[in-house]
């Protein structure tokens, strides 16, 4: 008999409602925990930037007992995605197990001795503390704004300038007839700086450290995720503990994927006109790849061409009266500066000594299937397994995670398998595979398809691929294909 238990969930996004629907069909008392007024997380529409879309195709970005609308477009808009959500948490009765407008303030290891943390929370003027048998921390990686400020910046606002975060852009009438500089050149600073030049931005600078590949929707008239996501591409790369048969193979078809990857190269140059922008890549693409690897705004490259768009390489040195003075030593036009980098990841409310445990020197973090660490017992992460079907992620490792707190999993780990496991995946990330130490390491792209296989096998699944192995090797991953995968895992419930 597992008995239930008292579950706490941090974050009401994406990560979130798929903790709260894994453990409450479990039959553990869930508690959610949502600081804003409303459900989203980065879709809630108070935080979206116009025009934001998904990076990902509408089959890949979905949960797998609810498909996207069918008349939604291939990459749905934020609004769109958030009423998904919405619809999602009603189909699940999610809503009930939710306070909205409520702060985790701290949270402490329980005093009665049991096992356990004690949340601090605060909604409104009401503070009050809570103990709970386990804690999810399911906020993912987009939760506290990166705020930075750069000399001169004072006297710039006072002098009428004005320096947002891009998640404070939601107004594009704040641009017409002003020069903006959008710092950044992620998926989110690109975006920006698309909707600043067709909402008659005097002049758009798009300033960016350094060149990094970028994947449109199609490439060659072919809709990436026929290219890209697929077991078949996914073995091209450095995954983690390969065994030696892998690694006679992956050293025998070498110069066939180092050809594989030259082509995809040229095909991107070709197609986006890297070259004319001076915006070619110096690492190749393979080594690259992982959840920072931005899709390319629709429009962007058309609006460079039309000279609506500037690129400059650099970053912002500072501030002047209608200026911004770059690294480079260039000085840029400027009225308003939206900052596009990025969010901060961490626990603040985590007490410090188990972050020390939970957080490496050069910040990577210390975690067994990206989901737990043996040294912070009794809570889990759900949603730091970023990647490129995020939705999909987040459910998966709900499910393991809810298993794992039950001591459900067929393979459930010992202490000494997870500290063996995480040692050996920080060495990889270090010192083969650089790319996967993004996010703090917390990003499973481009390995999707052998974090589920880990996933479901852990879990005891009897299947996790597709009977038919041409769409299994060549196809991307099938939201319906996982749902069927996990109703193949033992079942169990708390009570």
């Given at each position: 008999?597992?008995?239930?238990?008292?579950?706490?969930?941090?974050?009401?996004?994406?990560?979130?409602?798929?903790?709260?629907?894994?453990?409450?069909?479990?039959?553990?008392?869930?508690?959610?925990?949502?600081?804003?007024?409303?459900?989203?997380?980065?879709?809630?529409?108070?935080?979206?930037?116009?025009?934001?879309?998904?990076?990902?195709?509408?089959?890949?970005?979905?949960?797998?007992?609810?498909?996207?609308?069918?008349?939604?477009?291939?990459?749905?808009?934020?609004?769109?995605?958030?009423?998904?959500?919405?619809?999602?948490?009603?189909?699940?009765?999610?809503?009930?197990?939710?306070?909205?407008?409520?702060?985790?303030?701290?949270?402490?290891?329980?005093?009665?001795?049991?096992?356990?943390?004690?949340?601090?929370?605060?909604?409104?003027?009401?503070?009050?503390?809570?103990?709970?048998?386990?804690?999810?921390?399911?906020?993912?990686?987009?939760?506290?704004?990166?705020?930075?400020?750069?000399?001169?910046?004072?006297?710039?606002?006072?002098?009428?300038?004005?320096?947002?975060?891009?998640?404070?852009?939601?107004?594009?009438?704040?641009?017409?007839?002003?020069?903006?500089?959008?710092?950044?050149?992620?998926?989110?600073?690109?975006?920006?700086?698309?909707?600043?030049?067709?909402?008659?931005?005097?002049?758009?600078?798009?300033?960016?450290?350094?060149?990094?590949?970028?994947?449109?929707?199609?490439?060659?008239?072919?809709?990436?995720?026929?290219?890209?996501?697929?077991?078949?591409?996914?073995?091209?790369?450095?995954?983690?503990?390969?065994?030696?048969?892998?690694?006679?193979?992956?050293?025998?078809?070498?110069?066939?994927?180092?050809?594989?990857?030259?082509?995809?190269?040229?095909?991107?140059?070709?197609?986006?006109?890297?070259?004319?922008?001076?915006?070619?890549?110096?690492?190749?693409?393979?080594?690259?790849?992982?959840?920072?690897?931005?899709?390319?705004?629709?429009?962007?490259?058309?609006?460079?061409?039309?000279?609506?768009?500037?690129?400059?390489?650099?970053?912002?040195?500072?501030?002047?009266?209608?200026?911004?003075?770059?690294?480079?030593?260039?000085?840029?036009?400027?009225?308003?500066?939206?900052?596009?980098?990025?969010?901060?990841?961490?626990?603040?409310?985590?007490?410090?000594?188990?972050?020390?445990?939970?957080?490496?020197?050069?910040?990577?973090?210390?975690?067994y299937r990206l989901a737990v660490n043996?040294?912070?017992?009794?809570?889990?992460?759900?949603?730091?397994?970023?990647?490129?079907?995020?939705v999909l992620s987040a459910e998966m490792?709900?499910?393991?995670?809810?298993?794992?707190?039950?001591?459900?999993?067929?393979?459930?780990?010992?202490?000494?398998?997870?500290?063996?496991?995480?040692?050996?995946?920080?060495?990889?990330?270090?010192?083969?595979?650089?790319?996967?130490?993004?996010?703090?390491?917390?990003?499973?792209?481009?390995?999707?398809?052998?974090?589920f296989d880990e996933l479901l096998q852990?879990?005891?699944?009897?299947?996790?691929?597709?009977?038919?192995?041409?769409?299994?090797?060549?196809?991307?991953?099938?939201?319906?294909?996982?749902?069927?995968?996990?109703?193949?895992?033992?079942?169990?419930?708390?009570?």
């Amino acid at each position: 008999m597992v008995d239930r238990k008292k579950v706490a969930i941090i974050g009401g996004g994406v990560s979130g409602l798929a903790a709260a629907k894994a453990f409450d069909e479990k039959g553990h008392r869930v508690c959610g925990f949502e600081r804003s007024h409303d459900f989203g997380g980065v879709w809630e529409l108070s935080r979206s930037y116009p025009d934001v879309q998904t990076q990902s195709p509408k089959d890949l970005y979905r949960f797998t007992d609810m498909a996207m609308p069918g008349d939604y477009p291939e990459w749905p808009k934020g609004p769109q995605v958030h009423a998904y959500l919405h619809a999602y948490a009603d189909k699940h009765r999610l809503k009930r197990l939710f306070r909205l407008n409520t702060d985790v303030l701290s949270m402490d290891r329980r005093a009665d001795g049991r096992a356990g943390w004690t949340l601090r929370l605060r909604s409104g003027s009401n503070e009050w503390t809570e103990d709970f048998d386990f804690v999810v921390v399911g906020t993912g990686q987009f939760s506290e704004k990166n705020i930075i400020s750069h000399p001169g910046q004072e006297a710039f606002c006072a002098a009428g300038g004005q320096v947002m975060h891009s998640s404070e852009y939601t107004d594009p009438g704040r641009v017409k007839g002003k020069h903006v500089v959008v710092l950044g050149a992620s998926k989110s600073g690109t975006d920006i700086a698309v909707n600043a030049a067709r909402n008659g931005a005097a002049s758009v600078h798009l300033v960016y450290r350094e060149n990094v590949w970028r994947v449109p929707y199609f490439i060659g008239g072919i809709n990436f995720k026929k290219l890209l996501y697929m077991r078949a591409q996914e073995m091209q790369f450095n995954g983690w503990q390969r065994a030696p048969l892998a690694r006679v193979i992956a050293a025998v078809t070498k110069p066939l994927v180092w050809a594989n990857f030259r082509g995809l190269e040229t095909l991107l140059k070709l197609q986006l006109g890297l070259k004319k922008h001076n915006m070619v890549p110096k690492v190749p693409i393979e080594k690259e790849a992982s959840c920072s690897l931005p899709i390319v705004t629709p429009g962007l490259f058309e609006e460079m061409n039309a000279g609506r768009i500037t690129p400059v390489i650099g970053s912002i040195d500072h501030y002047g009266k209608g200026t911004v003075t770059l690294t480079t030593g260039v000085e840029i036009p400027c009225d308003l500066s939206i900052l596009a980098v990025g969010w901060k990841l961490g626990i603040p409310y985590l007490p410090q000594a188990y972050r020390d445990k939970l957080i490496e020197h050069d910040g990577q973090y210390r975690t067994y299937r990206l989901a737990v660490n043996p040294d912070v017992p009794d809570m889990g992460f759900v949603g730091f397994n970023s990647s490129f079907c995020t939705v999909l992620s987040a459910e998966m490792i709900a499910n393991w995670l809810v298993r794992y707190m039950d001591g459900q999993l067929a393979r459930q780990p010992s202490r000494a398998a997870m500290e063996e496991n995480i040692e050996a995946m920080l060495h990889w990330r270090r010192h083969e595979r650089p790319a996967a130490q993004v996010y703090g390491g917390l990003c499973s792209a481009p390995f999707h398809f052998r974090h589920f296989d880990e996933l479901l096998q852990d879990m005891g699944a009897t299947r996790w691929k597709r009977a038919n192995p041409l769409a299994e090797t060549f196809g991307p991953p099938d939201a319906d294909a996982y749902g069927q995968f996990l109703a193949t895992t033992p079942a169990y419930r708390a009570g």
